[in-house]
């Protein structure tokens, strides 16, 4: 067992506590941190960033959602003495063009490569999970999901597979140096399709609506949610629709052999956990 640390940020989101889990199952020594960790850690108080970063040689990086920050934390882990850099981002991410989505995550690209660390790149796609998650759970318990979706493909991934993938590369240094690692399923359904499963597996009549974008902005503002975010959630849709995403790869079998999950996989498992239940 190694005494290097690694220090997992966002420790409690989606792919931070997967991936927390499963490095400590590996016997990783793990910091894992979060605005109400132990050693807390939040982007926008960088005066606690080296209480965060001491003693860590790896990080698992997971940009915050807005430009700018983690050029300066990348900045920071240099002059920390750590070593290495896993940064989770989105799939094809080079492919957005003039998107108003993920700028976030393309400049968090730009910070991790205009450093001297190893580095890999994890670019995600959609995944699996939103389904039982904010914001579409709560329509499709209801019946009739609204949203600016149509027949694009999407690849979703599993997020166990990102973690299992993330965890790998943590702990496999030298072997992924450099590497950008685009993360998808098998070829899944549109996500406009995407309900017809669940629908079956669950035993609920689900029918999809399709809304503008605008619509759908104005949906989630009503729902409670800011304005800022709930453009950027719409933006995601509007680049979905363009079909720039929706190819595969074999980055997941490649880094893990064997194949990753699939759409309806999920929809087993949370249809089990009663994940649409009214």
């Keep these: 067992?190694?005494?290097?640390?690694?220090?997992?940020?966002?420790?409690?989101?989606n792919t931070g506590r997967r991936v927390t889990a499963r490095l400590r199952l590996r016997d990783t020594p793990v910091r894992a941190t979060s605005r109400s960790s132990r050693i807390p850690f939040d982007w926008f108080h960088p005066a606690g960033w080296d209480q965060v970063l001491r003693g860590v040689t790896t990080a698992y990086v997971v940009p915050v959602p807005v430009p700018g920050p983690v050029h300066d934390f990348v900045?920071?882990?240099?002059?920390a003495g750590v070593r290495r850099l896993v940064l989770l981002s989105g799939h094809g991410a080079d492919d957005w063009g003039?998107?108003?989505?993920?700028?976030?995550?393309?400049?968090?690209?730009?910070?991790?490569?205009?450093?001297?660390?190893?580095?890999?790149?994890?670019?995600?796609?959609?995944?699996?999970?939103?389904?039982?998650?904010?914001?579409?759970r709560a329509p499709l318990a209801a019946g009739e999901p609204a949203l600016p979706a149509g027949?694009?493909?999407?690849?979703?991934?599993?997020?166990?597979?990102?973690?299992?993938?993330a965890a790998a590369v943590l702990s496999e240094p030298g072997q992924h140096a450099g590497?950008?690692?685009?993360?998808?399923?098998?070829?899944?359904?549109p996500q406009a399709e995407a309900v017809e499963p669940i629908s079956r597996?669950?035993?609920?009549?689900?029918?999809?609506?399709?809304?503008?974008?605008?619509?759908?902005?104005?949906?989630?503002?009503?729902?409670?949610?800011?304005?800022?975010?709930?453009?950027?959630?719409t933006e995601m849709f509007v680049l979905f629709e363009r079909g720039t995403a929706a190819w595969t790869s074999d980055a997941v079998a490649t880094v893990l052999r064997c194949a990753p999950r699939t759409f309806e996989g999920f929809v087993l498992r949370a249809t089990a956990a009663e994940a649409w239940r009214c």
């Design 98 to 136: 003039d998107s108003a989505f993920g700028l976030d995550m393309r400049s968090a690209e730009d910070a991790v490569r205009g450093s001297a660390l190893e580095r890999t790149i994890l670019r995600a796609s959609n995944f699996a999970q939103n389904f039982d998650g904010r914001p579409f």
């Design 179 to 189: 590497r950008v690692h685009e993360l998808t399923g098998p070829r899944g359904p």
């Design 151 to 165: 027949a694009v493909p999407g690849p979703f991934i599993d997020l166990e597979d990102v973690a299992d993938v």
């Design 201 to 233: 597996a669950s035993g609920q009549p689900i029918v999809h609506r399709r809304i503008s974008p605008a619509e759908y902005t104005a949906t989630l503002v009503q729902e409670g949610w800011g304005e800022d975010e709930a453009r950027h959630l």
């Design 1 to 13: 067992m190694s005494n290097d640390i690694t220090l997992v940020l966002g420790a409690t989101g």
């Design 75 to 79: 900045a920071r882990t240099e002059a």
